[in-house]
Protein backbone atom coordinates (compact mmCIF):
# COMPACT_ATOMS: atom_id res chain seq x y z
CA UNK A 1 0.00 0.00 0.00
CA UNK A 2 1.29 3.07 -0.84
CA UNK A 3 2.57 5.54 1.89
CA UNK A 4 -0.11 8.44 1.48
CA UNK A 5 1.66 10.96 3.42
CA UNK A 6 4.54 11.95 1.91
CA UNK A 7 8.58 11.59 3.49
CA UNK A 8 9.06 15.22 4.27
CA UNK A 9 6.04 15.81 6.16
CA UNK A 10 6.64 12.28 7.94
CA UNK A 11 10.15 13.80 8.93
CA UNK A 12 8.72 16.96 9.48
CA UNK A 13 6.05 15.24 12.31
CA UNK A 14 8.52 13.17 14.56
CA UNK A 15 11.45 16.60 14.53
CA UNK A 16 8.23 18.53 16.04
CA UNK A 17 7.11 15.53 18.01
CA UNK A 18 10.69 15.43 19.20
CA UNK A 19 10.53 19.11 20.14
CA UNK A 20 7.86 18.99 22.32
CA UNK A 21 9.27 16.15 24.07
CA UNK A 22 12.51 18.25 24.83
CA UNK A 23 10.34 21.35 25.40
CA UNK A 24 8.26 19.13 27.92
CA UNK A 25 11.61 17.80 29.78
CA UNK A 26 13.14 21.64 29.47
CA UNK A 27 10.07 22.93 31.19
CA UNK A 28 10.22 20.14 34.06
CA UNK A 29 13.75 21.07 34.55
CA UNK A 30 13.16 24.52 34.89
CA UNK A 31 10.10 24.01 37.17
CA UNK A 32 12.31 22.27 39.64
CA UNK A 33 14.96 24.87 39.31
CA UNK A 34 12.33 27.57 39.65
CA UNK A 35 10.93 25.23 43.37
CA UNK A 36 14.40 25.09 44.48
CA UNK A 37 15.22 28.50 44.16
CA UNK A 38 11.86 29.90 46.14
CA UNK A 39 12.51 27.05 48.75
CA UNK A 40 16.31 28.05 49.07
CA UNK A 41 14.75 32.10 49.37
CA UNK A 42 12.08 31.24 51.91
CA UNK A 43 14.75 29.51 54.06
CA UNK A 44 17.47 32.38 53.83
CA UNK A 45 14.52 35.34 54.40
CA UNK A 46 12.82 33.33 57.52
CA UNK A 47 15.72 31.50 58.78
CA UNK A 48 18.82 33.24 57.21
CA UNK A 49 22.21 31.76 56.47
CA UNK A 50 24.27 33.11 59.30
CA UNK A 51 23.65 34.66 62.90
CA UNK A 52 23.31 37.88 61.42
CA UNK A 53 21.76 39.50 64.92
CA UNK A 54 21.41 38.44 68.51
CA UNK A 55 19.21 36.25 69.06
CA UNK A 56 16.54 37.33 71.20
CA UNK A 57 15.30 35.38 74.53
CA UNK A 58 12.49 36.03 76.80
CA UNK A 59 13.59 37.34 80.53
CA UNK A 60 14.88 34.91 83.03
CA UNK A 61 16.87 32.58 80.48
CA UNK A 62 20.60 31.79 80.95
CA UNK A 63 22.59 31.33 77.44
CA UNK A 64 25.95 29.88 77.51
CA UNK A 65 27.27 29.79 74.22
CA UNK A 66 29.87 27.78 72.31
CA UNK A 67 30.10 24.95 74.16
CA UNK A 68 32.60 22.10 72.61
CA UNK A 69 32.01 18.72 71.48
CA UNK A 70 35.28 18.34 69.33
CA UNK A 71 38.31 20.02 68.03
CA UNK A 72 36.68 21.24 64.83
CA UNK A 73 35.17 25.13 65.29
CA UNK A 74 31.85 23.71 63.81
CA UNK A 75 31.58 21.35 66.36
CA UNK A 76 29.94 23.92 68.88
CA UNK A 77 26.35 23.77 70.49
CA UNK A 78 24.23 27.25 72.43
CA UNK A 79 22.27 26.36 75.60
CA UNK A 80 19.38 28.47 76.58
CA UNK A 81 17.87 27.48 80.19
CA UNK A 82 15.76 28.64 82.97
CA UNK A 83 17.91 31.04 84.59
CA UNK A 84 16.85 29.99 87.97
CA UNK A 85 18.29 26.99 87.81
CA UNK A 86 16.37 23.58 88.67
CA UNK A 87 17.05 20.30 88.27
CA UNK A 88 15.54 17.17 86.04
CA UNK A 89 14.46 19.58 83.16
CA UNK A 90 13.19 17.97 79.79
CA UNK A 91 15.84 19.17 77.08
CA UNK A 92 15.04 20.30 73.54
CA UNK A 93 17.92 19.83 71.34
CA UNK A 94 17.56 21.20 67.99
CA UNK A 95 19.83 20.56 64.69
CA UNK A 96 19.21 23.69 62.41
CA UNK A 97 18.93 23.01 58.33
CA UNK A 98 20.36 24.52 55.30
CA UNK A 99 21.21 21.91 52.94
CA UNK A 100 24.10 20.15 54.48
CA UNK A 101 26.08 23.04 53.67
CA UNK A 102 25.07 26.17 55.56
CA UNK A 103 23.06 27.29 58.43
CA UNK A 104 24.31 28.10 61.88
CA UNK A 105 22.91 26.80 65.44
CA UNK A 106 21.95 30.74 66.13
CA UNK A 107 20.83 31.50 62.96
CA UNK A 108 18.02 34.37 62.37
CA UNK A 109 14.68 33.38 64.10
CA UNK A 110 15.73 29.29 64.22
CA UNK A 111 15.80 29.32 68.13
CA UNK A 112 13.23 32.41 68.97
CA UNK A 113 10.04 31.49 69.11
CA UNK A 114 10.87 27.45 70.60
CA UNK A 115 13.14 29.39 73.00
CA UNK A 116 10.23 31.47 74.07
CA UNK A 117 7.57 28.71 74.02
CA UNK A 118 9.84 25.83 76.16
CA UNK A 119 12.41 27.73 78.33
CA UNK A 120 10.00 29.61 80.33
CA UNK A 121 7.63 26.23 80.97
CA UNK A 122 10.79 24.87 82.39
CA UNK A 123 12.48 23.41 79.40
CA UNK A 124 16.20 23.59 78.29
CA UNK A 125 16.98 24.14 74.83
CA UNK A 126 20.22 23.33 73.05
CA UNK A 127 21.01 24.38 69.42
CA UNK A 128 24.00 23.02 67.96
CA UNK A 129 26.69 23.55 65.01
CA UNK A 130 27.90 20.34 62.88
CA UNK A 131 30.24 19.94 60.33
CA UNK A 132 28.91 20.46 56.54
CA UNK A 133 29.87 20.27 52.85
CA UNK A 134 31.79 20.25 51.03
CA UNK A 135 34.39 18.61 53.98
CA UNK A 136 31.59 16.45 55.83
CA UNK A 137 29.23 14.37 54.21
CA UNK A 138 25.65 14.19 55.64
CA UNK A 139 26.25 10.90 57.15
CA UNK A 140 29.43 11.71 58.97
CA UNK A 141 27.53 15.08 59.76
CA UNK A 142 25.09 12.54 61.78
CA UNK A 143 28.00 11.25 63.46
CA UNK A 144 28.88 15.11 64.78
CA UNK A 145 25.42 15.82 66.31
CA UNK A 146 25.33 12.06 67.98
CA UNK A 147 28.46 13.35 69.58
CA UNK A 148 27.17 17.08 70.37
CA UNK A 149 24.23 14.85 71.61
CA UNK A 150 26.50 12.92 73.83
CA UNK A 151 28.01 16.19 74.96
CA UNK A 152 24.85 17.37 75.88
CA UNK A 153 23.51 14.53 77.64
CA UNK A 154 27.04 14.64 79.97
CA UNK A 155 26.81 18.24 80.94
CA UNK A 156 23.13 18.78 81.16
CA UNK A 157 23.24 18.60 85.25
CA UNK A 158 25.25 22.00 84.70
CA UNK A 159 22.07 23.58 83.24
CA UNK A 160 19.55 21.46 85.34
CA UNK A 161 19.03 19.24 82.64
CA UNK A 162 18.36 15.59 82.87
CA UNK A 163 20.79 13.56 80.99
CA UNK A 164 17.65 10.69 80.08
CA UNK A 165 15.46 13.79 79.02
CA UNK A 166 16.19 14.47 75.44
CA UNK A 167 13.97 15.20 72.87
CA UNK A 168 16.10 15.81 69.58
CA UNK A 169 14.89 17.85 66.80
CA UNK A 170 15.55 19.04 63.52
CA UNK A 171 14.81 20.65 60.60
CA UNK A 172 15.31 19.92 56.66
CA UNK A 173 18.60 18.47 56.51
CA UNK A 174 18.97 18.94 60.37
CA UNK A 175 15.47 16.87 60.31
CA UNK A 176 17.27 13.95 58.09
CA UNK A 177 20.19 13.80 60.86
CA UNK A 178 17.80 13.36 63.65
CA UNK A 179 15.78 10.59 61.74
CA UNK A 180 18.79 8.84 60.41
CA UNK A 181 20.30 8.93 64.26
CA UNK A 182 16.91 7.18 65.31
CA UNK A 183 16.48 4.85 63.16
CA UNK A 184 19.75 3.64 63.45
CA UNK A 185 20.53 4.61 67.04
CA UNK A 186 23.65 2.32 67.04
CA UNK A 187 25.32 5.49 64.90
CA UNK A 188 24.70 7.46 68.09
CA UNK A 189 25.56 5.20 70.33
CA UNK A 190 29.14 4.51 68.65
CA UNK A 191 29.47 8.79 69.53
CA UNK A 192 28.40 7.82 73.21
CA UNK A 193 25.03 9.42 73.41
CA UNK A 194 22.44 7.44 75.91
CA UNK A 195 19.09 6.87 74.61
CA UNK A 196 16.46 9.75 74.58
CA UNK A 197 12.82 10.22 74.65
CA UNK A 198 12.31 10.82 71.10
CA UNK A 199 12.49 12.56 67.93
CA UNK A 200 10.71 15.16 66.23
CA UNK A 201 11.59 15.73 62.17
CA UNK A 202 10.49 19.33 60.98
CA UNK A 203 10.13 18.60 56.99
CA UNK A 204 12.73 16.19 55.65
CA UNK A 205 11.21 14.90 52.54
CA UNK A 206 15.17 13.02 52.63
CA UNK A 207 13.61 9.65 54.56
CA UNK A 208 14.40 7.67 51.19
CA UNK A 209 17.70 8.93 49.22
CA UNK A 210 18.21 6.41 47.06
CA UNK A 211 14.58 6.41 45.81
CA UNK A 212 15.06 10.48 45.05
CA UNK A 213 18.96 10.06 43.86
CA UNK A 214 17.19 7.26 41.20
CA UNK A 215 14.86 10.04 40.44
CA UNK A 216 14.72 13.43 38.99
CA UNK A 217 15.41 15.66 42.23
CA UNK A 218 16.86 19.22 42.94
CA UNK A 219 20.63 19.77 43.06
CA UNK A 220 21.35 20.25 46.39
CA UNK A 221 21.16 16.37 46.78
CA UNK A 222 23.77 16.21 44.41
CA UNK A 223 27.38 17.01 46.47
CA UNK A 224 25.45 15.85 49.59
CA UNK A 225 24.82 12.47 48.58
CA UNK A 226 27.64 11.96 45.63
CA UNK A 227 26.39 8.63 42.52
CA UNK A 228 26.95 5.99 44.69
CA UNK A 229 24.03 3.69 45.46
CA UNK A 230 25.69 2.13 48.46
CA UNK A 231 26.11 5.84 50.23
CA UNK A 232 22.64 6.76 49.10
CA UNK A 233 21.17 3.66 51.48
CA UNK A 234 23.80 4.20 54.27
CA UNK A 235 22.39 7.72 54.33
CA UNK A 236 18.73 7.08 54.61
CA UNK A 237 16.87 6.73 57.64
CA UNK A 238 14.25 4.30 55.18
CA UNK A 239 17.03 1.57 54.24
CA UNK A 240 18.73 1.71 57.70
CA UNK A 241 15.48 1.34 60.06
CA UNK A 242 15.79 -2.32 61.01
CA UNK A 243 14.34 -2.20 64.39
CA UNK A 244 12.01 -0.12 66.56
CA UNK A 245 13.18 2.77 67.97
CA UNK A 246 12.12 5.49 69.86
CA UNK A 247 9.02 7.37 69.18
CA UNK A 248 9.11 9.78 66.30
CA UNK A 249 6.69 12.48 64.66
CA UNK A 250 7.13 13.56 61.25
CA UNK A 251 6.32 16.84 60.53
CA UNK A 252 5.40 17.48 56.90
CA UNK A 253 4.56 19.72 54.84
CA UNK A 254 1.37 19.48 52.29
CA UNK A 255 2.48 21.81 49.77
CA UNK A 256 5.52 19.88 48.77
CA UNK A 257 5.34 16.68 46.56
CA UNK A 258 7.42 14.65 48.10
CA UNK A 259 7.87 15.69 51.62
CA UNK A 260 4.61 13.51 53.66
CA UNK A 261 4.66 10.92 51.01
CA UNK A 262 8.42 9.90 52.40
CA UNK A 263 7.51 10.11 55.98
CA UNK A 264 4.14 7.77 55.66
CA UNK A 265 6.85 5.57 53.69
CA UNK A 266 9.19 5.69 56.48
CA UNK A 267 6.15 5.52 59.05
CA UNK A 268 4.42 2.44 56.81
CA UNK A 269 8.30 0.42 57.62
CA UNK A 270 8.30 1.10 61.32
CA UNK A 271 4.97 0.17 61.98
CA UNK A 272 5.70 -3.90 61.62
CA UNK A 273 8.81 -3.09 63.31
CA UNK A 274 7.12 -2.07 66.42
CA UNK A 275 8.44 1.28 66.48
CA UNK A 276 5.64 4.26 66.33
CA UNK A 277 6.20 7.24 63.84
CA UNK A 278 3.39 9.98 63.50
CA UNK A 279 2.81 11.65 60.57
CA UNK A 280 1.74 15.38 60.90
CA UNK A 281 1.15 16.96 57.73
CA UNK A 282 0.58 21.05 58.06
CA UNK A 283 -0.13 23.41 55.70
CA UNK A 284 2.85 25.41 55.53
CA UNK A 285 5.36 26.11 53.77
CA UNK A 286 9.24 24.11 53.79
CA UNK A 287 10.51 27.42 56.28
CA UNK A 288 7.15 27.57 57.80
CA UNK A 289 7.03 24.46 59.44
CA UNK A 290 10.29 25.27 61.42
CA UNK A 291 9.87 28.96 62.37
CA UNK A 292 6.16 28.77 63.09
CA UNK A 293 6.74 26.51 65.52
CA UNK A 294 6.74 27.19 69.28
CA UNK A 295 4.09 29.98 68.41
CA UNK A 296 0.55 30.20 69.61
CA UNK A 297 -1.68 27.85 68.21
CA UNK A 298 -3.02 24.12 66.81
CA UNK A 299 0.66 23.48 65.27
CA UNK A 300 2.72 23.66 68.17
CA UNK A 301 -0.10 22.32 70.13
CA UNK A 302 -0.34 19.11 68.00
CA UNK A 303 3.92 18.87 68.43
CA UNK A 304 3.12 19.38 71.86
CA UNK A 305 0.70 16.45 72.24
CA UNK A 306 3.31 14.08 70.87
CA UNK A 307 5.72 15.32 73.56
CA UNK A 308 3.41 14.87 76.03
CA UNK A 309 3.24 10.82 75.44
CA UNK A 310 7.32 11.01 75.45
CA UNK A 311 7.49 11.46 79.47
CA UNK A 312 5.50 12.44 82.73
CA UNK A 313 7.84 15.44 83.23
CA UNK A 314 7.71 16.30 79.99
CA UNK A 315 3.50 16.31 79.98
CA UNK A 316 3.83 18.20 83.50
CA UNK A 317 5.93 20.96 82.21
CA UNK A 318 3.25 21.23 78.74
CA UNK A 319 0.37 21.75 81.16
CA UNK A 320 1.44 24.30 83.08
Known amino acids: MKNRY ?21 AGLLRDRIAERRAQQQDDELEGTRPDK ?52 AMGRIVENKVA ?18 GTLPVDQARDVAK ?6 AKAAEWGGDRSRFILMGHS ?16 AEQGSAPWLGTVALDSAAFDV ?12 DPAFGTDPAYWRAASPYHVLAKAGVPMLAVCSSRRDDSCAQARRFAGKA ?7 QVLEENYSHGEINFKLGEPGAYTEAVEAFMRQLDPAVASLLRS
Open 6 to 26: PRRMVQAALLALAACTCMEAG
Open 54 to 105: ATKVPAGTRVVRDVAYGADPAQRFDVYAPAQGGKGAPVIFLVHGGGWKHGDK
Open 117 to 134: RWVPRGFVVVSTNYRMLP
Open 148 to 153: ALATAQ
Open 173 to 188: AGAHIVSLITASPTLA
Open 210 to 221: AQIMEGRHMRLY
Open 271 to 277: QPLGMRV
